[in-house]
């Protein structure tokens, strides 16, 4: 006769079931269960080649979300062909935002998303590694920069603003286009026209006796120059005893100078003297006959 189960060995046979299936369901969803997100929608018009399902969302360089799908607006390119616009739908955990300092506010609200694009929320593909190619969506504050919404009703809606190196192969496609525009043949017969015209210069005959002539008188300027060495150095001495002779006259001057001084120094003292005996003989003419006394 076969043993009956307990039931209490089965309900722990369940809770521990139940328990490990939590556990799976919390590991393999990567705790989604528990997080708050939100969906808004890009339209890139640009291509996105590189962007994968699953791909990071950053904002400011830190991770809040994952790409969730990218589609294929048809009816967009049927409307207007030359702007062809793939929508992006972007995952956005809440809670992952808040934590690192985002936006407090609730991405699932329309009129919420409106207000951070007017202060300049953008989203713009960047290159995650330049060897694979895979790209992944920041998300960032660029006031100034302009709004090109589709106005989606099915999402709130980020619009795209271009990276700096999506503009390259476009300048690259303006330079060569202008490049086409030129006439090369045009410059390359006008340089050869110069080159033919120089190599005729150059093989003159006029030119050669100018610069035979030039070599003449470059012999005739140094056979002129040359007695002048002579001269300057027998005008050597003559120069030193010029200079010695302004040093003579710069001590006379020098001399008489200061006599001159010791002159006017002696006829000042003899004036005032004079100056003296004449008071003296206004104030007592009897004075010169006493010899001075009073």
Known sequence: MSKRASPANIGAFVVIALALLVTAILILGGGRLFRTTAAVIVYFDDSVGGLRVGAPVKFCGIEVGTVKNARINMAGVA???QHVRIPVVLEIDEGQLRSQGGPAVDLRDPKQVQRLVDVGLRAELELESLVTGIRYVELNIRPG???RLVHDRTYPEIPPVRNPTQAIPDRVDQVLAKLADIDLAGIARSVQATVDHVDQLV???HLTRAVGNLDALTADLDRAAAPLGPAAQDLRPAIAEAKDTVALMHRATDQ??????????DLSGAARSVRRLADQLARDPGSILRGGKQ
């Open 79 to 81: 409307l207007d062909p």
């Open 145 to 147: 920069t302009p709004a």
């Open 203 to 205: 093989s003159s005959p």
């Open 256 to 265: 008489l100078s200061s006599r001159l001084d010791s002159t006017l120094q």
